[in-house]
């Protein structure tokens, strides 16, 4: 009968956590929408277009700049005054 053993391979018990974002590429990124200058936002670790009220998604350090995977970071206007009244 054959046993099985927990792996002793050195990289399991070294692995390092998932990659963080290098806010130096912030340089070099822009939305592929407005083409406008993007902010790293580190608590929800995005990618922020302020003007168009977007937020692009960072997984294991890499942007994912596809429009379809961003988020709305606010209402428009004519939403937010429609539900004022």
Not at 25 to 48: D, G, H, M, Q
Not at 66 to 82: G, L, V
């Amino acid at each position: 009968m054959l046993v099985s053993r927990p792996s002793t391979d050195k990289s399991e018990r070294t692995r390092k956590p998932p990659c963080a974002f290098d806010p130096a590429l912030l340089e070099f990124l822009v939305c592929p929408l407005s083409k406008k200058l993007l902010r790293y936002e580190a608590s929800t670790n995005e990618l922020i277009n302020e003007e168009l009220g977007i937020a692009y998604p960072i997984i294991d350090g890499i942007p994912n700049m596809i429009p379809q995977a961003a988020r709305m970071t606010h209402q428009n206007k004519k939403q937010e005054e429609m539900e004022q009244h």
